[in-house]
């Protein structure tokens, strides 16, 4: 037996900054540049999200969907549909009792609202309701993103839209194309990391990033 057999892992010690972190990005990034920014390995992020009950956003979900997919060597690529193919259950009727307990025409949810309504999301931004069709949480946009896509179109890969700098709000008529703007991924993990510390902490974080780089490259010369 192993000294690691039967010994339960050490668990996680979160700070609230990391939880602050990770609950202001999670929607919107990458796991993975998530944990990379936050010295933590995808499983642990994805583990205290689920935790917390945070998820991705619907864009977010897309643009990952789409990068794996675009992966070489990908098992969906094969099985794609292509023009003129037709699906198997193309003119068949679901048998199935699943009908019989659906809800009846016109019933709705206790929680139900229309599109158009708004609220309040747990990180604090104004969110409004597009669609009644799908997962509750994906029928719901940030009011700023909308903002943003009414005038230019939809969000590229790799961008999100952002409040510009003291211009956060959750108020609905303070929330216009000037109060916004498109960046990179890259750029918005910049700007909520280093930069937002003090100069003397900044720089602090930034020379213990490359003593750790040096110091790794120096393991992987001996090795």
Same mark, same amino acid.
């Given at each position: ?44 992020? =994805?583990?205290?999200? #689920? *935790?917390? /009950? ?13 990068? &794996? ?76 993103? =909308?903002?943003?896509? #009414? *005038?230019? /179109? ?13 211009? &956060? ?55």
């Amino acid at each position: 037996m192993t000294k690691s057999r039967g010994i339960r892992a050490q668990r996680t010690q979160w700070t609230d900054d990391q939880v602050e972190y990770l609950r202001r990005h999670y929607a919107d990034s990458l796991t993975k540049e998530i944990a990379a920014a936050l010295s933590l390995t995808v499983s642990v992020v =994805l583990r205290k999200a #689920a *935790a917390l /009950g945070i998820y991705k956003s619907l864009t977010m979900i897309a643009e990952t969907a789409r990068l &794996r997919s675009e992966i070489s060597g990908h098992g969906g690529i094969a099985r794609r549909f292509q023009p003129g193919m037709t699906p198997w259950n193309k003119g068949l009727s679901y048998p199935g009792v699943s009908p019989r307990t659906q809800f009846s025409a016109g019933n709705k949810p206790m929680n139900w609202v229309p599109v158009g309504s708004h609220r309040i999301n747990s990180d604090g931004y104004l969110d409004r309701k597009t669609s009644d069709v799908g997962v509750s949480r994906w029928c719901w946009e940030p009011v700023h993103r =909308l903002v943003w896509m #009414a *005038a230019h /179109g939809p969000v590229p890969p790799g961008h999100l839209v952002v409040f510009k700098p003291g211009r &956060r709000t959750a108020e609905l008529e303070a929330i216009t194309l000037d109060a916004v703007e498109l960046i990179t991924r890259a750029e918005n993990m910049r700007r909520n990391s280093v930069h937002q510390l003090p100069p003397e902490l900044a720089r602090l974080v930034q020379l213990r990033g490359v003593l750790i780089k040096t110091i790794n490259r120096k393991a992987k010369e001996a090795a």
